[in-house]
């Protein structure tokens, strides 16, 4: 070897030793910050030391690792997602609302291990965001995958490598085994004793901190691009982007809470400790609790302190704190025993109604709805409330200009929960229904004394004739994907359309005519529409609109039936003798097919080629049969389209409200008011994996 290339050689192994240096030290100052909260330096110093370590990589790309700072955003954008299946898998939570069903569930357990369980527990902070699992080999970030079903997850690894929170490698084995052996655990030191361990399985949460997330959505105002709905939306779709570079740019955090690879742990409370150790954020403000009364305080602290949080939480993560216990209880569905998520109540704010508005459905039902003085309720933007009916603002005793409490809770409509008069000021005014529609200008009325409800009574009102399309293109109905509101808007402004049998006849050549759209988009949408022309009778039935029938309605007349065509000969005492077919919608359904418009819209519809699917009447009972249900919530295994149909397949019958009738309450996430009375009305609440449960899913 000459003197030059000497010299060379030990240019490079000084600069390997410094980039090598670099890495340890930013590795330092991460675990410092995100997992100690003690940096020792500022951000402006740690982004110098990583400006170093770039330029240095960039000049000797060779000395580049998976496992370098540099590398969170790494790769190129993926065109799919493999598959993972889990090393156990990851579960999700039994809900409880209240303290008497955070204690029935203490109660249960014991009683399923006839044993004392509630000799400690380990209570976390429900954060609402993604479930990830994380994977190490020789003691470097290796596989990173989201929860899927349980059992199986998608490979998000790169996206997973932008989250600074997330150590692309393992603090040095000597250091940790110095840690864990002067903090008692020396079973967990010994894996550590010559190097890292082959693998090791760690699991968390992936979210949003709100003040990102408010700062996002400002970006999408200011670039005319819709608001994203709350964080956890957010940090779920980020985390699925096929570019790491969107996901880094969303600048997601996130917590360890469990650490799957045994390493001799006995506690949940010691798992928290040494992820700490390993390098891992864990929340600073997750507590051992003795027993029922601490966890009762701690969930009252949180249930009131949990704006004062960066992030989102819903409730309270409540383990049993000894492992074995935990284990003991086995799990339930796709819930462990051990552990349940003892939920907050509905979340409120205050806020100050702008202006009430009208707005014209499809049966011509007029609705006030409050224009709010925009305001956040639970990481979601409110800005509209429902006000139903007059009567419902007389209720309330509500002015326009008032200061009002509104609550959300889950998918569960904004609502005024009440009026602050004392904050009324001189410029309120009292709101009045109008006369008139404000579409269309014609009359408006109470169709009887009874009813709450005004309606525009012109047949031909804009309003109610747009609001029907909309309705009858809907999931529920015709399901044409890509025909949303906007576009039946523009082809009805075009003049490309007068009714609902009219789409199924447009050229997709004209449509591409159309500014926005050209051939490919035009295409897809023909495509969409001729999919949709085979319809099963019960969505159809549901598609006409028909006053007072709804979907449930629609399956009932769908299954008598079997046929459009005995269904529209049907008189109006041969409906009223249907079960679950009251007076009010026999007549309804009997005059509408009575009236020789919508039965010439009926042959329209055959003329174009519409393809109804006929029903088989059920010949055996299912497990559900005459079994009402109710569902309130958002549900986490299932949507709720999917668990309808799951109780109409085994005979049930869904209500949209509870009553003295309904015999179950199916509770998701967030539930809204049905919860409630069902409690007051003894009807049997079901948590989401009890009606998995029960349907056998």
């Known amino acids: 070897m000459d003197r030059t290339q000497n010299k060379n050689l ?74 993972v299946v889990h090393s156990s898998p990851m579960l999700s939570f039994t809900d409880v609302f209240s303290e008497e069903e955070f204690e029935a569930w203490g109660r249960r357990n014991e009683d399923f291990v006839d044993k004392n369980i509630s000799d400690g527990f380990y209570c976390e902070l429900k954060i609402d965001g993604l479930a990830v699992s994380l994977i190490y080999k020789n003691g470097a970030f290796a596989i990173g995958s989201t929860r899927g079903n349980g059992v199986i997850g998608e490979e998000v690894t790169m996206n997973l490598k932008t989250i600074e929170a997330i150590p692309l490698k393992l603090r040095e084995p000597e250091i940790i085994y110095s840690e864990l052996k002067k903090a008692g655990f020396e079973k ?11 693998e090791l399985e760690v699991r968390g949460e992936v979210f949003m901190n709100t003040k990102d997330f408010l700062t996002l959505n400002k970006i999408q105002t ?46 949940h409370e010691e798992i928290h400790k040494i992820l700490k150790i390993l390098g891992f954020k864990t929340n600073s403000h997750n507590k051992f609790c003795a027993d029922v009364n601490e966890v009762m305080a701690f969930h009252k602290k949180w249930g009131v302190d949990r704006d004062k949080l960066a992030y989102e939480i819903d409730g309270v993560v409540v383990i049993v704190n000894d492992i074995d216990k935990f284990k003991s209880l086995s799990v339930v569905g796709k819930a462990p025993r051990g552990a349940v998520a003892f939920k907050f109540a509905l979340k409120e704010a205050e806020t100050i109604v702008e202006d009430i508005k009208i707005q014209v459905g499809r049966t011509g039902a007029l609705t006030p709805v409050a224009a709010l003085k925009s305001v956040q309720i639970g990481g979601v933007t409110v800005q509209h409330a429902s006000l139903h009916n007059a009567d419902e603002i007389e209720r309330l005793g509500l002015y326009i200009g008032d200061t009002v409490i509104i609550g959300r809770a889950g998918d569960v409509i904004p609502k005024v929960l009440r009026v602050l008069p004392a904050m009324r000021p001189k410029s309120a005014r009292k709101f009045k229904m109008p006369n008139s529609c404000p579409d269309c200008g014609k009359r408006v009325e109470r169709i009887n ?5 005004i309606r525009c009574i012109n047949k031909d009102c804009p309003a109610k004739h747009r609001e029907w399309l909309y309705h009858f293109t809907s999931h529920a109905a015709f399901d044409i994907v890509g025909l949303g509101p906007k576009i039946l808007d523009r082809l009805l402004e075009e003049g490309l359309i007068e009714d609902g049998a009219d789409i199924f006849t447009i050229d997709p050549k004209v449509i591409a005519t159309l500014s926005g759209f050209g051939e490919k988009s035009a295409q897809k949408l023909y495509i969409s529409i001729e999919k949709s022309k085979t319809i099963p009778l019960e969505r159809f039935i549901y598609a006409l609109g028909i006053p007072n029938v709804g979907e449930e309605t629609s399956l009932v007349l769908a299954q008598h039936f079997g046929t459009l065509d005995r269904m529209v000969k049907a008189t109006a005492e041969e409906l009223n003798n249907i079960e679950d077919i009251g007076d009010l919608t026999a007549k309804s359904i009997a005059d509408w097919f009575k009236n020789l418009q919508n039965r010439k819209f009926i042959q329209k519809f055959l003329k174009v080629g519409l393809k109804i699917l006929l029903v088989k009447k059920q010949t055996t009972p299912g497990k559900l049969t005459n079994k009402s249900f109710v569902l309130t919530g958002i549900m986490d295994s299932m949507s709720r389209d999917k668990a309808k149909q799951r109780i109409r397949e085994a005979g049930g019958k869904i209500s949209e409200s509870v ?16 919860y409630e009375k069902a409690k007051k009305l003894g009807v049997k609440v079901l948590s989401e994996d009890e009606f998995l449960k029960m349907i056998k899913v």
Do not use: C
């Open 659 to 674: 009553s003295k009738n309904t015999d179950f309450v199916v509770v998701g996430s967030e539930p809204g008011d049905k």
């Open 449 to 453: 004394a009874e009813d709450v409800i």
């Open 188 to 198: 967990a030191a010994n894996f550590f004793r010559s190097g890292w361990p082959k």
């Open 10 to 83: 030990k240019e490079r192994i000084k600069i390997e030793d410094r980039i090598n240096k670099l890495r340890k030290e930013i590795e330092k100052h991460r675990y410092l910050y995100h997992v100690l909260d003690s940096p020792e330096i500022s951000d402006s110093a740690l982004d110098s030391l990583k400006h170093e370590l770039e330029q240095l990589e960039s000049q000797y790309p060779e000395f580049i690792t998976q496992d370098s700072p540099t590398q969170r955003i790494g790769g190129e954008a993926k065109k799919e997602f493999a598959k």
């Open 222 to 267: 200011k670039n005319n691009k819709p608001l994203f709905a709350n964080p956890r939306n957010v940090a779920a779709g980020s985390i699925r982007q096929l570019d790491p570079k969107i996901t880094s740019s969303r600048r997601l955090d996130s917590f360890a809470y469990d650490l799957v690879t045994d390493m001799g742990q006995v506690t």
